[in-house]
């Protein structure tokens, strides 16, 4: 059996593609992924120099040592044609697509990548922040799911500041009114085996506000958070990590499921409690993800 590549999700930083100093700075920081972003931070009469200084920043350093993703202005727009362009010319580990509402926005992008000879290690993300996509997004992470032949989607990313928008929802502390639908995404998530990762905080200074919204994303099962400032960084990755409560339950299940009386067992007694071999599926991966995260370091 191939062994699974492990990818950390726990930070993904936001920067935007016009501020060259950002850029610059960006190779230098602990964030698991870095998004280069073409989109909203990015007045439309700079689109041009911002492709440009992406072009420049793959062709002659490129990142290394991080996910690196470049979103773009949707598809069906000029900007976002020019945009996959310059994608297309740096090759980033993925291309993050904008409001995706449907099917067809996905499919756009993946035959764009394929007519033109872009390599399957080029995954797709998808962001969703409208009504539609919420509710498409299921059938979204069905059909383009990475597992799936040919298919490129590796995260889903949800757009919470859009979303409110779109809705009327008001900024409340805890999102109560917005956790149904985030649930819907984490779901989908799960259903077809693809990252999933919360939206921005927006008060960077907060942390407080900050940390608590981080511990309430991983409880609800999301991989990491979507960051606007590099000072979110070292509080995303520790609060998306394992805790060491975790890591010691997970290697006395690990250490119980080894014992010679073990063998040939689903189901033992450790502690007073039952712990089935699902239980050490998930320490075993929980272990691998700890160890991989301490070799990033």
């Not at 291309?95 to 764009?112: F, G, Q, Y």
């Not at 979204?140 to 500041?161: D, F, K």
């Amino acid at each position: 059996m191939a062994v699974k590549e492990i990818k950390l999700w726990r930070s993904a930083l936001s920067v935007p593609a016009v501020n060259r100093r950002a850029l610059e700075k960006s190779k230098t920081l602990a964030a698991d992924a870095v998004i280069y972003d073409l989109e909203d931070s990015v007045a439309e009469g700079r689109k041009a120099e911002a492709r440009e200084n992406l072009e420049q920043l793959f062709t002659h350093s490129r990142p290394t040592g991080m996910t690196t993703a470049i979103r773009i202005n949707p598809l069906d727009t000029e900007a976002g044609q020019e945009d996959m362009k310059t994608a297309l010319a740096c090759q980033p580990d993925a291309i993050l697509l904008p409001k995706v509402e449907t099917l067809a926005n996905v499919a756009a992008a993946s035959a764009m990548l394929n007519r033109n000879g872009a390599p399957l290690r080029v995954r797709l993300w998808v962001m969703l922040e409208t009504p539609a996509g919420i509710v498409n997004a299921a059938a979204i992470a069905g059909a383009y799911s990475h597992e799936t032949a040919g298919g490129r989607l590796e995260a889903l990313i949800v757009g919470v500041n859009d979303l409110r928008s779109a809705t009327g929802v008001a900024p409340a502390s805890g999102r109560s009114y917005l956790v149904p639908w985030l649930m819907q995404v984490v779901l989908a998530a799960r259903a077809y085996d693809i990252a999933v990762i919360d939206g921005v905080y927006n008060d960077f200074a907060d942390t407080a506000g900050f940390e608590a919204e981080c511990t309430e994303a991983r409880a609800m099962g999301f991989d990491g958070k979507m960051l606007i400032h590099p000072g979110q960084i070292d509080p995303a990755n520790a609060l998306f990590s394992p805790s060491e409560a975790a890591l010691a339950e997970a290697r006395a299940i690990v250490a119980a499921f080894a014992k010679p009386e073990a063998e040939g067992h689903n189901v033992i007694d450790l502690d007073g409690r039952m712990v089935e071999r699902l239980h050490l599926e998930q320490a075993e991966a929980l272990i691998a993800k700890a160890n991989h995260a301490n070799e990033e370091r």
